[in-house]
């Protein structure tokens, strides 16, 4: 901090007057924010300012244009920055006021902080405008206001600007000094060290991917205290675990305690379409019903959760998270009964996805800043409705910011492209996902490669496309997958049907070195007599040839 000196002494005496009785109030505030941001629209004022602070040891930073493109600009670069911001903004005609400003720099830069901003008023309100100011001001996370008394002389604005000033040093100090409060949602004062040791040790477990011991620890958590957060968290143990029936449970709970919230009405949702999946399966049809009817009104009621908010606090979207459906897209992801014969409820489904989209559509899913899980759950949806230019232009962004997310983004597309029976499309993006080196899984992603191409060169070879689909082949069989000699059986059918027999019976003759055992195999008799035929031909052309 700048020690009071010769150059101090040259100052105006008022001036000297001001950094002697201030300079030691703000000194703990100088020292957390060596440089201060403003803008206020007299100059004279700005100047001073600019003067005294830069007197007392900071470095002030300054604008006196006040129009709202030009304070967009720099307050979130200042904020970023961490400075003190005091914002002073004289309201225009067209410009609106200070609250329509913040939401505009909020809505073109979604994640700025505006902790550290401070809006100065030059007004006397009254107490219950200043509680109102005070509530519009606290949906952005701003702490701090500051009122002056309008139309005075600069020396008198300045000395109560630095007054108040002194105030907010005091109360940024009483803050570091207060002790945590404690939250009454938690268990008695006896049992909170012992409850907060349970849910830290429980979700370093669910981290390192233990749900079964996370649900224990969970368990002894939630016998103190049944509360929200601990009962959503064990529900998603239980859902990580597959046992879906306990982790509805869980989320239904945890729904009861906040009914406004979303999250738990839409892993409900997922719990009953997993649910569905097993009835499904066991060939229990009644019970899929049941299921799909619970999923479907608890994702309705999420979404319903959503659209009530959003529209409680249309004036205020500083209220609004970035990305508010994206429950929902998790919800709408797990909801998958494609290859259940569940065609009404897949097109049911279908709508409803087209709406959430539609209603997030303003989000901008390409912005780096955005969550690459919300920016992969939207692209997955995108290409469920086969919107797959869109979808692939999403994935590939996200794999050219970080390659590291090649396996999940390249794998999710593949997903979905197979399930909407797109097979070329997959096996073409498992084809490059394949090729990228240190990829995770590769064996699992080859496995997946053949049996896409396998599926696509059987669409060329019904299309009358032979090259093509013996190309396919080559392909899988170059990434070495398991079962490889029954590509081979694929492939001599291929050049079997262009009527190249001898190539036919050299992939034939690869696929019985790699696995004799196959000529005695009912798959082959069952799926492939041409090859028997061929292979037994074979034998009668050896035998014949020996004995000449």
Not at 69 to 77: N, R, S, V
Not at 79 to 96: D, I, Q, R
Not at 278 to 302: L, R
């Amino acid at each position: 901090m700048a020690e009071y000196n010769s150059e101090t002494e040259s100052l105006p005496l008022y001036k000297q007057q001001l950094i002697k009785k201030y300079k030691s109030k703000l000194d703990s505030l100088l020292e957390k924010y060596p440089h201060f941001s403003y803008t206020f629209s007299d100059i004279k004022l700005n100047n001073n300012i600019t003067n005294l602070l830069m007197h007392m040891g900071v470095k002030p930073h300054t604008i006196n244009a006040q129009s709202s493109d030009t304070l967009m600009k720099y307050i979130p670069l200042w904020l970023f920055n961490k400075n003190l911001v005091l914002f002073h903004y004289k309201v225009e005609k067209k410009e609106g006021n200070i609250i329509n400003i913040l939401r505009a720099i909020k809505r073109h830069v979604t994640k700025v902080p505006f902790e550290n901003l401070v809006p100065v008023f030059f007004s006397t309100l009254s107490e219950k405008k200043q509680i109102e100011i005070f509530r519009l001001l606290g949906g952005f996370g701003i702490k701090h206001v500051i009122f002056l008394t309008p139309n005075t002389a600069v020396d008198t604005t300045i000395e109560e600007l630095f007054e108040e000033l002194s105030l907010l040093n005091e109360k940024i100090e009483s803050e570091k000094k207060k002790k945590p409060a404690i939250d009454t949602a938690l268990p008695p004062l006896a049992n909170l060290d012992q409850y907060k040791d349970y849910v830290l040790e429980a979700e370093s477990l669910m981290e390192n991917g233990k749900f079964e011991k996370a649900i224990e620890i969970f368990t002894k958590a939630i016998d103190l205290n049944p509360d929200f957060d601990s009962l959503l968290h064990r529900g998603d143990a239980y859902y990580k675990s597959k046992q879906f029936m306990y982790a509805l449970q869980d989320y239904r709970e945890a729904s009861k305690l906040h009914q406004k919230e979303s999250e738990p009405l839409a892993k409900m949702s997922s719990c009953c379409f997993k649910l569905v999946r097993d009835a499904v399966k066991s060939g229990n049809t009644e019970k899929a019903k049941q299921f799909v009817a619970i999923g479907m009104k608890a994702m309705k009621n999420a979404k319903e959760k959503v659209d009530e908010f959003i529209k409680k606090n249309s004036d205020k979207p500083e209220l609004i998270p970035e990305h508010p459906y994206k429950d929902v897209f998790a919800s709408l992801i797990d909801s998958d009964v494609r290859g259940l014969g569940m065609y009404e409820v897949e097109d049911e489904l279908n709508k409803l996805t087209q709406v959430v989209m539609q209603e997030s559509g303003e989000v901008n899913y390409l912005d780096s800043s955005i969550d690459i899980d919300i920016r992969i759950d939207y692209a997955i949806l995108l290409t469920r409705n086969k919107e797959y230019e869109k979808a692939e232009h999403i994935f590939r962004k996200i794999i050219k910011e970080n390659p590291d997310s090649v396996g999940p983004a390249f794998n999710n597309f593949a997903v979905e492209l197979r399930k909407n029976g797109n097979n070329g499309k997959a096996f073409e993006v498992y084809s490059e996902l394949v090729r990228f080196p240190n990829v995770p899984d590769k064996e699992i992603i080859v496995e997946n490669l053949k049996i896409a191409g396998v599926k696509f060169a059987l669409e060329l070879r019904d299309d009358f496309k032979m090259e093509k689909a013996i190309n396919v082949y080559k392909i899988i069989l170059s990434n070495k997958p398991k079962g490889k000699e029954w590509v081979l059986c694929e492939c001599a059918m291929a050049f079997l049907e262009t009527q190249d027999q001898a190539n036919a019976s050299s992939r034939l003759m690869e696929a019985i070195y790699i696995n004799p055992t196959i000529v005695k195999s009912q798959r082959l008799k069952q799926m492939y007599p041409d090859l028997l035929n061929l292979q037994e031909e074979m034998v009668k052309k050896l035998t014949l040839g020996l004995s000449m």
